[in-house]
C-alpha cells in the first residue's frame, strides 16, 4: 500500500496570503494523484487531477505540481470560502490512499 | 448532470452487516467508462477508500477490509451497493458514495479519480 503524507496538519494562512500543501507518496505515483477540498459537512470535491489538471469548478488561483512521490498544492491568494480540509489520493494504485489532510485555517 | 445519493440504515448493530445503497440519477451506471466507488470518513478523521466496482461488474476492494466487503451493482435499478459484514464500533463513519472517471489514458491501462460524490450518510455501529 502506497502511504500518502501531508505536511503541515494545520497552516493558518491570512485572507489574501498563499497557502502552500504538501503531499509526499511513499513511492512513485507518476502523475496520478488528485486533490480534493471538504468544508465541514460536506463530501469533498475534486479540485485537481493528474496533478496539476484543475477541475473546472474551481478558480485559477489554485494550482498543482509536481510528479512521482512530491507534489505541491498552491492557493495564490486565499478567499474566505478557500478555508477548508485539502486531502491528496494516489489513484496509481490499488488500494487508493489518501494523505491524512491539511486544514487550512484562518489566521 | 450526474447526482449520487446514499441510503441505507443509520444504525446498525455489533456483528450485524451494514448495506449501504447509491443511487445514480442524471445518466446511466451502464453506459461509459467508469468505476462506481465507496469511502468512508470516521468523525473528524480522514478519508479511507473501500473499494469500487467496474461498469462490467469487476471489483477491487481495500485489502484492509477485503474479507468483509461485497460490493454490486444493479443497472436495472441505476443503483450500486456496498455490504460490509461482522461490523464493530470502528466500522462507525460517513460513508460516501463516488463515480470515479477516467483522468489519464496510457497504453492499456487508464487512470481514475472521483470526480462526483454523493452527500455522505452516517452509520453509526452500536447495541
Known amino acids: 500500500e502506497i502511504v500518502m503524507t501531508q505536511s503541515p496538519a494545520t497552516l493558518s494562512v491570512s485572507p489574501g496570503e498563499r497557502a502552500t500543501l504538501s503531499c509526499r507518496a511513499s513511492?512513485?505515483?507518476?502523475?496520478?494523484l488528485a486533490w480534493y477540498q471538504q468544508k465541514p459537512g460536506q463530501a469533498p470535491r475534486l479540485l485537481i487531477y493528474?496533478?496539476?489538471t484543475r477541475a473546472t469548478a474551481f478558480p485559477a488561483r489554485f494550482s498543482g505540481s509536481g510528479s512521482g512521490t512530491e507534489f505541491t498544492l498552491t492557493i495564490s491568494s486565499l478567499q474566505s470560502e478557500d478555508f477548508a480540509v485539502y486531502y491528496c489520493?494516489?489513484?496509481?494504485?490499488?488500494?487508493?490512499?489518501f494523505g491524512q489532510g491539511t486544514k487550512v485555517e484562518i489566521k | 448532470q450526474v447526482q449520487l445519493q446514499e441510503s441505507g440504515p443509520g444504525l446498525v448493530k455489533p456483528s450485524q452487516t451494514l448495506s449501504l445503497t447509491c443511487t445514480v440519477s442524471g445518466g446511466s451506471i451502464s453506459s461509459g467508462s467508469y468505476y462506481w466507488s465507496w469511502i468512508r470518513q470516521p468523525a473528524g478523521k480522514g478519508l479511507e477508500w473501500i473499494g469500487h466496482i467496474y461498469t462490467s461488474g469487476s471489483t477491487n476492494y481495500n485489502p484492509s477490509l477485503k474479507s468483509r466487503v461485497t460490493i454490486s451493482v444493479d443497472t436495472s435499478k441505476n443503483q450500486f451497493s456496498l455490504n460490509l459484514s461482522s461490523v464493530t464500533a470502528a466500522d462507525t463513519a460517513v460513508y460516501y458514495c463516488?463515480?470515479?472517471?477516467?483522468?489519464?489514458?496510457?497504453?492499456?491501462?487508464?487512470?481514475?479519480?472521483?470526480?462526483?460524490w454523493g452527500q455522505g450518510t452516517m452509520v453509526t455501529v452500536s447495541s
Open positions: 513511492q512513485s505515483v507518476n502523475n496520478n
Open positions: 463516488a463515480r470515479d472517471s477516467p483522468r489519464y489514458c496510457g497504453g492499456d491501462t487508464c487512470y481514475y479519480a472521483s470526480d462526483i
Open positions: 493528474g496533478a496539476s
Open positions: 489520493q494516489q489513484y496509481n494504485n490499488w488500494p487508493r490512499t
